[in-house]
Structures are given as C-alpha cells and as structure tokens.
C-alpha cells in the first residue's frame, strides 16, 4: 500500500510570494492534517480535514489555508510569504475519525528568501 | 490544557548501553499516546499506539509501556541505526485527528 505522497519535497521561495503544497493520503483515509515543524517550535499542528470539512484549525494566521478534495487529496496555501515561513510541512492521514494514529509524508521543505 | 513533556532532550549511548526515553502527559481523559521516530529532514515513522495504562507494545529493539502518567520507551543494545529523533504524541481532545506533539527526544547512538 502506497505511503502518504507529498509534493514537491523542496521547494525555494521569494518573500511576499505565495505557495500551494499538495498532499496524497494512503487510500482509504478520509482524514488529512498538516503541520509545520520548525527546529525552534517543533511539530505545530495547522489544520485537518475529514470528507471535504476543515474540522480543526491550529493557531496560525489567515495566510496559511487549506482544502481537501472528494478524493481526499489536500492542498495547503501560504500566501505573501514571510522568512518565518521557512519550514517543514508535513502531511499525515488517518484512516479513523478520531484518536487514531496518523501517517506521515516525508514532507515539503520550504524555504523562503 | 493537554501538554506532553518529553524528556531528556538529548541522549548519547553506547552501541549495546541499554536506556529510557520519557514521556509525561497531563491530558482531561486518556484517548491513546503514540510514539514516532523521525529521521532528519523525513516525517515521522508510526511506531506505536498505547491506549490504557499497563499496555505494553515491543518492535525489535524497542518496547513502549504506558501509565496513568506518563509513557516510557525502553530500547535495549542500541545500533547505530536506533540514532534519531523520537517523538510521542496524544490525540487533542473532540472530533479530530489533531495530535499534540512533544519536542522529542534526540537519541545518538554510537558504534
């Protein structure tokens, strides 16, 4: 069975750009969220979604967005950038609703300058 | 406010030297704990689930045992392929997946 499936992996940005981030679940999952890791901050939760419905939202600014498809596909969105951003996003499906493990991707590294 | 402590930040071994890694919760009602190892620059790897205190679970060299407080990871005769960061995590309370995570536990071992 084929892992979560995330894209790009490395990824280069300008200050004030913004950037889309997509993430494949491993078939069967419904439930998709995402998170930045930062070496300071550690593993900060961003968002979830189960069948299409953003269900939780972690404490991040409106530029940070995201969506998930009928196919449970997810995208995140970071608008106008900033160097803070730098970051690994990582992706993570479960195949429960609730209180279950989560599967991770190997993450998209962004790095803005 | 559900927190996890992880402790201690950093630990060096000896190839062989048996250890412990450390995870404290304080959580409104226990809805499982899971313990992941993470390469550098990789997502984490699921290791385990403990749902209920005395549960035990063991994969090669690593065992995961669980209490009303806190969760420890046992690793006997490490390899230098134990080397990694390892990280546990609860399920945030509600309808969701959210998983609050501690800062984990950076382990060296050396040959």
């Known amino acids: 069975k084929a892992g979560v499936t995330q894209t790009p992996r490395y990824l280069i940005k300008t200050r004030g750009q913004q950037v889309t981030l997509s993430c494949s679940p491993i078939?069967?999952?419904?439930?998709v969220s995402w998170y930045q890791q930062t070496p300071g901050q550690g593993l900060q939760f961003l968002f979830e979604?189960?069948?299409?419905?953003?269900?939780n939202k972690g404490n991040f600014p409106g530029r940070f967005s995201g969506r998930q498809f009928s196919n449970s596909r997810s995208e995140m969105n970071v608008s106008t950038l900033e160097l803070g951003d730098s970051a690994l996003y990582l992706c993570?499906?479960?195949?429960?609703?609730?209180?279950?493990?989560?599967?991770f991707g190997q993450g998209t590294r962004l790095t803005v300058v | 406010e559900d927190q996890v402590t992880q402790s201690p930040e950093a630990l060096r071994l000896q190839e062989g030297e048996s250890s412990s890694l450390n995870c404290s919760y304080t959580?409104?009602?226990?809805?499982?704990l899971f313990w992941y190892r993470q390469d550098p620059g990789k997502g984490p790897e699921f290791l385990f689930t403990?749902?209920?205190a005395g549960e035990e679970k063991e994969k090669e060299r690593l065992k995961a045992t669980l209490t009303k407080k806190e969760s420890f990871l046992h690793i006997t005769a490490p390899k230098p392929e134990d080397s990694a960061t390892y990280l546990c995590?609860?399920?945030?309370?509600?309808?969701?997946?959210?998983?609050?995570f501690g800062t984990g536990t950076l382990l060296a071992v050396q040959p």
């Open positions: 993570a499906s479960s195949f429960r609703d609730t209180y279950t493990e989560a599967f």
């Open positions: 078939s069967g999952h419904r439930s």
């Open positions: 979604y189960f069948s299409e419905t953003q269900r």
């Open positions: 959580v409104s009602g226990l809805r499982g």
């Open positions: 403990l749902y209920s």
């Open positions: 995590a609860l399920p945030s309370a509600g309808a969701t997946n959210k998983l609050i």
